[in-house]
């Protein structure tokens, strides 16, 4: 990452096409860069379908589901209950209906799966989390793209981070994935410190001992970052209202309202995923977000159109 | 401020007196100037009693206390209920059994005084509430100093601010008091941006609107940043083990513990209010963190002894 201060990066956006979307972004980042006072530069960003790939399911999905194989490995009790069955049994249809069943307003299972994976985690140090996803980021492919996982964001988005963090932005991660899962990466990949990061995260508790004390996972979820939450958690994190807001999702929409200003330059971008060849086609569970950007002149960034270089 | 990357300030905490306090602190810098890669560097404070004077009331309580005020002159019925009865009738002495019975551990009268402040601002957006923390702090002396609350900051510990910045630490605050009350003026007193504020707050939500949607406050805490949740809003905020913890309370014993290292320097710093001519002289509330700090080798900074200037 280049991050010298002020001056643009010479080639900024390499991999994205000229067209409309990229003239947006050069004309918003040079107008901030112009009016609007460094320390007030935030920029937000989802991460899942934002930065970086999550079909055919989440990066921490496939984390969990591993997870769940073998607590199932280890209790051969936990193969004839939910969620740890489906896992054990590789049983796709069932964790495939559970998505269907949540995009259709249908969250019953949801909670079933939520209650595993607070229970696949409880009384585990932040340390100890940690190094399992920062082991399982940087040892597992992805399913069917070919490369691992850490190969699996967006090189034109890791760009655009570049180019704003040069233009003096603040790039924080405001997604619905597990904060202290993208924690051990977020600066290697995007170049976002683990302090920037803000994501989902169940209750911590502190424990004291001779060592410093520890603090580790309780079985409860503290907040799930996502829809009406993003601008609440950006606000407690940030203290400030962003400039430029990027999602993909139904669940973005109240973060990609929350970054319009009355009387300073502002961008919502919303990532299109259209390009089954290159990447994946899908607007499931975007469907609302894509009227929602007609309606309020969005930027939707097409992957098939905007991007010459997906990964 | 300076903050000009790595050069030592020429002449850092020139309101310290010479003695073991301030050489502890020099080599405590100096040691992970030369060892410790930047973006490790973090320190938290305490703020009440730490950086800023709490005698004889908290500043916060007296922004609270003008609330209650002036909410039972706007509404009759609530001058014979605690606690506007009290903030009406400016009876100290019932708000001061508060605080002894709370030091005594029963917290019956706080959460009726907790109550009231929840209240007292429910449902203003979070911008309403930072222009009355801010029209406040700027314009109100404090009872007996004869300044400015914002002048009530305590100058040698500005000084270690100020000396840790430019040695590339990133300070925090990690205050029981509001983090949205000390927002506003953080970065003019301390150097502190408001993104490093960590401290108390209510719950918040977010309404849309057309003009980018209002994060208000909620009649409900979200949490009390005090205690054993100090080390964990500090990992939830920043996601590292401090090197270096100030306070001067029970309140703050498990984040100085919470910031021991087991192969990197680490300070703790616990500030003694003995100087009953230039401040405060007070120990309570303090009682067992005192006796902590002289079981685990923590600097006790005395005001009296080692501050050749205390404001």
Known sequence: MTTDGNRPAQTPLRSWRDGDTKHAILEFVERVAAEVPIEERVAVFD??????CEKPLPIQLDFILRRFVAMAEADPALRGRQ?????????????????????????????????????AYDG??????????????????????????????????????????????????????????MRPIS?????????????????????????????????????????????????????????LAAGNSNGDIPMLHFSQHAAKPFLRLLVLHDDADREFAYTSGAERALEEAGRHGWTVVSVGDDWSTVF
């Open 47 to 52: 991460n899942d379908g934002t930065l970086w």
């Open 83 to 119: 969620p740890w069955k489906a896992a054990y049994e590789r049983d796709h249809e069932w964790l495939g209906r559970v998505l269907t069943e949540h995009y259709a307003g249908d969250d019953r299972n949801v909670r079933i799966v939520a209650g595993g994976i607070l229970a």
């Open 124 to 181: 585990i140090s932040v340390e100890d989390f940690e190094a399992r996803s920062d082991e399982f980021l940087r040892n597992t492919d992805h399913p069917t793209l070919g490369r691992g996982y850490l190969r699996c964001a967006y090189q034109p988005m890791i760009e655009l981070l570049d180019y704003l963090a040069v233009n003096g932005f603040a790039n924080y991660i405001a997604s619905g994935g597990g904060r202290d899962f």
């Open 187 to 243: 600066q290697e990949v995007y170049g976002i410190p683990r302090e920037r990061v803000i994501g989902s995260t169940v209750a911590l508790a502190y424990r004291d001992d001779a060592a410093g004390g520890t603090i580790f996972h309780k079985a409860e979820l503290d907040y799930l970052d996502d829809g009406p939450e993003k601008p609440v958690r950006i606000w407690n994190r940030v203290g400030r209202r962003p400039l």
